[in-house]
């Protein structure tokens, strides 16, 4: 979803469950699903009160603006609120597996998808209890749950499942239905796919159980057969993949910088907590119960491994480095190769129950891949998740140290003509187009995304290369996880269409028109600007009324000098086929033109690093297209506001150039020193104005 500026998504209270019938004994009872009954809402017999999580204290170093935003996180939930879910919906749990729904508060957006969760080894069906409040503003949410008693076969269940697929297409064709399963409920989506591959089907897969033959424990199901009930090793096994390594919990609550009072009760506290799960999965996974549903997932890998060429889905495998119980990595990529659209995001220190840990975040990884979509093809612009303030910390940390090495200055023009510090002239409705300078390797971007953010509240959607989004081929290019980042702050594959919806809905835009010849430059074209001959953006901009603010940034002279450039790269015959190699991999642009402006190759230029200087911003006067939609049709028209633009833009950098002469601060060290005698979290001066 597009949005003028960076929108938050609110909510007041946490997701809990309606009750649907209560039983004598206080416990929970559903109706099992059938073709025709969508399932109901239920909650757990104490509704866990809402808590809504204080704003935290943004670093000083963002502006009060972004603090003061009238934005209610709600507390994520954490492991121990799981296990006492888990406890109050497993009370009284008899009957057939079913489905429940979680109730959240505040609306889903227009035509949201349904998303299937289905169950790892615990059945529950609360995998992603930590997730609710987020993907219910996004999915129509139902989870399987399958009751601690019930011995439903593997195939059984892939029925269910299919069924209620099959309805839910039927009631709604034109919409994708997302299968979201963990460890057993990954090979159960893997199966339903496999058996409707007309159906648009899209499965996000954490950890699918399909290497089950190669688990630790798959040997040893006949020593469980033979073991006394009294005598359950399962539930400490699978505690601990839930739990993961203690002296994992142990530095994690160190590293939070308490006094040793705190920590020591913090990590009491949490083993403590240790003793009560125990109680919890022993309930939920008798020894009978597990041993059932291990030979269940022996079953359902066979089944699944048999039929994986009939998957044609859409795939996102989450995978974990530190899975204990299954080679998910390994796994990972051999499913990639097997299956015709999938795609693989590893998390290297996580364990087995992925959505259980904290720091994962279902939506923000959904977002990185651009795997949300509400029809048959995901639209950048009108499928686009506004950032929410946990994005925004992450950004800001990923960009910590480039930062504080640049310590950005940024200029802009009011209405009148004044020069200000700071973004005050940045116009706040949109449509907005900047143009500007595309300085080496794109080093600019990160910290003015930032700024925009901070200081006003503006989302620049920028426009990108293609490679940033997909591939034609796989190869020797950066994996596509490199720019989740980028994607989750809204960036759109340059496009004429895109182009047009982000005006329509009145977004402020980025655009760089030359592209990645100017972020790739040659040897001393620093501050060159290498826009083609085409005044497109100018009619478009004029069509909507929308502002063009043209800018120049300097400071890449002062980080780092390009010692070999593409032309260097060229003459030697091992880079030059490495070149023609990455170009082919990505999407070719700008075919119709010709020599420095065509379609630039790709290729990463030698630069020599220097002691980091100072990086400045310049947004000039914007300049008003409103009222001139007839007279822009004109191209000589329009090209002659293209080059006043162009212009405009080689006059903030030449302004900045002279100016930042006058900076005291342009360097490092005095940088430091200043920072070191007033504090580290003071805005550092710059010239005078």
Not at 103 to 126: A, H, K, Q
Not at 404 to 431: H, N, W
Not at 649 to 662: F, H, M, N, Q
């Amino acid at each position: 979803m597009a949005a003028t500026g960076a929108c938050f998504v609110t909510g007041g209270c946490w997701s809990v469950f309606r009750r649907d019938m209560k039983s004598a004994t206080g416990g929970l009872r559903t109706n099992p699903i059938s073709v025709s009954t969508r399932p109901s809402t239920m909650s757990s017999e104490q509704a866990l009160a809402p808590r809504v999580e204080e704003k935290e204290g943004i670093e000083k170093t963002i502006s009060k603006r972004f603090e003061d935003m009238e934005v209610s996180e709600v507390e994520r939930r954490s492991l121990q609120d799981y296990f006492q879910q888990s406890k109050d919906l497993s009370r009284s749990d008899g009957g057939p597996p079913r489905w429940f729904s979680p109730l959240e508060c505040g609306t889903r957006l227009e035509n949201s998808p349904l998303l299937l969760f289905l169950p790892g080894i615990d059945g529950v069906g609360l995998g992603l209890s930590m997730h609710h409040h987020r993907l219910g503003q996004i999915f129509d949410i139902w989870c399987l749950h399958i009751p601690v008693m019930d011995r439903t076969p593997f195939t059984e269940l892939v029925k269910l499942v299919e069924r209620t697929v099959r309805s839910e297409n039927c009631h709604s064709p034109n919409k994708p239905i997302y299968l979201v399963g963990e460890s057993l409920g990954g090979c159960l989506a893997l199966a339903v796919a496999a058996r409707n591959p007309d159906i648009d089907l899209a499965l996000i897969l954490a950890n699918p159980a399909t290497s089950f033959g190669k688990s630790p424990l798959q040997p040893l199901i006949p020593l469980f057969d033979v073991m006394p009930d009294q005598l359950n090793l399962g539930v400490p096994y699978v505690l601990s993949l839930m739990t993961g390594d203690p002296l994992r919990m142990v530095m994690t609550t160190a590293e939070k910088g308490l006094s040793l009072q705190q920590t020591v009760g913090e990590i009491s506290e949490g083993l403590g907590a240790l003793s009560a799960y125990l109680s919890v999965l022993s309930d939920i996974l008798p020894q009978e119960t597990f041993l059932w549903r291990l030979k269940m997932l022996s079953s359902a890998s066979a089944y699944v491994n048999s039929r994986l060429h009939a998957v044609k889905a859409e795939i996102l495998i989450l995978s974990s480095g530190k899975d204990h119980f299954l080679s998910s990595q390994e796994e990972a990529e051999r499913l990639c190769h097997v299956l015709p659209k999938c795609k693989i995001r590893k998390f290297a220190d996580s364990g087995h129950f992925l959505f259980l840990e904290d720091g994962i975040d279902l939506v923000t990884i959904i977002k990185g891949v651009n795997f949300y979509r509400r029809a048959k093809y995901h639209d950048y612009v009108s499928d686009y998740i506004p950032l929410v303030p946990s994005e925004f910390r992450q950004g800001t940390e990923e960009y910590r140290w480039l930062t504080i090495a640049t310590s950005p200055v940024m200029l802009s023009t009011m209405e009148d003509g004044k020069i200000v510090r700071g973004l005050a002239g940045i116009p706040s409705e949109g449509p907005v187009l900047f143009v500007g300078y595309h300085m080496l390797l794109g080093l600019e971007l990160a910290p003015m995304v930032l700024q925009f953010l901070a200081e006003r509240n503006i989302l620049l959607r920028g426009i990108a290369h293609p490679m940033m989004f997909n591939r034609l081929r796989s190869g020797s290019l950066p994996e596509l996880s490199t720019f989740d980042t980028l994607r989750v702050f809204g960036a759109v594959p340059v496009s004429g269409s895109y182009f047009y919806k982000l005006m329509s809905s009145k977004s402020h835009i980025l655009l760089y028109p030359g592209g990645m010849r100017e972020a790739l430059h040659r040897k001393g074209e620093e501050y060159k600007l290498f826009w083609p001959e085409s005044s497109e953006f100018i009619r478009m901009a004029a069509r909507f009324g929308a502002k063009i603010v043209p800018f120049g940034v300097v400071g890449e002279d002062d980080i780092g000098q390009v010692v070999i450039d593409y032309d260097d790269l060229m003459k030697i015959p091992y880079f030059r086929a490495q070149i023609k190699d990455l170009t082919n991999q990505s999407v070719i642009l700008r075919t119709e033109s010709s020599g420095d402006v065509a379609n630039q190759d790709v290729h990463l230029p030698g630069v020599l690093p220097k002691i980091p200087g100072r990086f400045y911003y310049f947004f000039g006067k914007p300049i008003e297209t409103e009222g001139r939609k007839h007279e822009l049709r004109d191209k000589e028209k329009a090209h002659e506001l293209y080059l006043h633009a162009k212009s405009e833009v080689e006059s903030c950098i030449a302004y900045l150039k002279e100016k930042r002469k006058g900076d005291p601060y342009r360097n490092l060290f005095p940088r430091l020193f200043y920072q070191a005698t007033h504090g580290f979290t003071t805005e550092v001066p710059t010239f005078d104005l």
